[in-house]
């Protein structure tokens, strides 16, 4: 439902399967990507989007997601990679990342925001520079240690 007419949009990912006639075709770029060339696009990036599944399954028909709360690892990806980022609303997005990550609701808001910020460049830039430090320590081996620690903690 977003107008991306002027804006230079690629999708990566599995997006590949999308019929002739969806509007979104014509934006992907690329299929599934490995984890340097995604840490390039997101570097190179003037916005990076994190979209949330809205739906449970990829079913047509699925249950809508109603309670999620949590953060994915592409939030902490695009941060940690300095990428400015515009994010679907969840609480741990603004626990984590307050205004530097604005959040929206609706397709004509994530419009707005895209076309804002592109012509705001250096106030973009300006959010994006303190990302980094929001998710510092947020690796795979850390988050495993204070996991391990916790578990540690009950008993061995």
Known sequence: AVNWDGVDFGLYGGFGRRSKRDPLRKH???GITDNGLTAALYRRAAIGLNLYRQAKTLEPAS???TTAESLN???VELAACG????SDARAEVKEVFGELVPTFETA???EELVRYYLAHPAE???????LPARVEGRTFDALGRQVIERLEGYGG
Do not use: D, S, W, Y
């Open 28 to 30: 992907v770029r690329g």
């Open 63 to 65: 249950e809508r997601v």
């Open 73 to 75: 690892p592409r939030a």
């Open 83 to 86: 990428c400015f980022t515009l």
């Open 108 to 110: 004509k808001e994530l």
């Open 124 to 130: 973009r830039l300006e959010l994006a520079a303190q």
